[in-house]
């Protein structure tokens, strides 16, 4: 069973920074295309990155590239999504999700285990 907690939300004024973690125990991570997604009140949950196991391809939504960025240290169990020029339009619950049998995914339903989220409000 694989255990995954997000952290390093909170609220950030337009045009600034956050970098969200998300730290993995109970499997092998190495072995997991990670991804993370977002949702804001009233909308459907949406595609943000995601990351291949080794770390070597990454994908991100349109609304985000360029501005976002995934890494991952699979010595510490950890992936990361470092967030620049935020707008608000990125406020939401952002979630970190592993998937055990794809090399990476943008679809929510390829991923076997999520966190509990991490909240980012961005104020104009």
């Known amino acids: 069973q694989v255990q995954l907690v997000e952290s390093g939300g909170g609220l950030v004024q337009a045009g600034g920074s956050l970098k969200l973690s998300c730290a993995a125990s109970?499997?092998?991570?190495?072995?997991?295309?990670m991804g993370w997604f977002r949702q804001a009140p009233g909308k459907d949950r949406e595609f943000v990155g995601t990351?291949?196991?080794?770390?070597?391809?990454?994908y991100y939504a349109d609304s985000v590239k360029g501005r976002f960025t995934i890494s991952r240290d699979n010595a510490k169990n950890l992936v990361s999504l470092q967030m620049n020029s935020l707008k608000p339009d990125d406020t939401a619950v952002y979630y970190c999700?592993?998937?055990?049998?794809?090399?990476?995914?943008?679809?929510?339903?390829?991923?076997?285990?999520w966190g509990q989220g991490t909240q980012v409000t961005v104020s104009s």
């Open positions: 109970g499997g092998t991570f190495s072995s997991y295309a």
């Open positions: 999700a592993a998937s055990t049998y794809r090399a990476y995914s943008s679809r929510g339903s390829e991923y076997d285990y």
């Open positions: 990351i291949s196991r080794s770390g070597g391809t990454t």
